[in-house]
């Protein structure tokens, strides 16, 4: 059975960072392309970075140059490195496979304040 818990997120203040972790179980993450997603209140979830199995990654446009995703593949972990968060930041945060091949974990809140 896959297993995704995220873990990292909280309330700061606009300008802040946070660093999001993903661990799976179940999964072998190395062979996957996986991805980190958000969905705020009244908004559809979106993919915002993804990574291939190797190291190849993008992001929406709406958070280049201020997010980073990376992985562990040792450890069957997942990060999300969150600089310069905005307001619009605000949501919470998933990780899955990409395509989402997976049940959505519980996802960790992430709240900017202006």
């Known amino acids: 059975q896959v297993q995704l818990v995220e873990s990292g997120g909280g309330l700061v203040q606009a300008g802040g960072s946070l660093r999001l972790s993903c661990a799976g179980s179940g999964i072998i993450f190395s062979i996957r392309a996986m991805g980190w997603y958000r969905q705020a209140p009244g908004k559809q979830r979106e993919l915002v970075a993804g990574i291939t199995g190797g190291v190849i990654t993008d992001y929406a446009d709406s958070v280049k140059g201020r997010f980073t995703i990376s992985r562990d593949n040792a450890k069957n972990m997942l990060y999300l490195q969150m600089n310069n968060l905005k307001p619009e930041d605000t949501a919470v945060y998933y990780c899955?496979?990409?395509?989402?091949?997976?049940?959505w974990g519980q996802g960790t809140q992430v709240t900017v304040s202006s």
């Open positions: 899955n496979t990409r395509p989402a091949d997976y049940f």
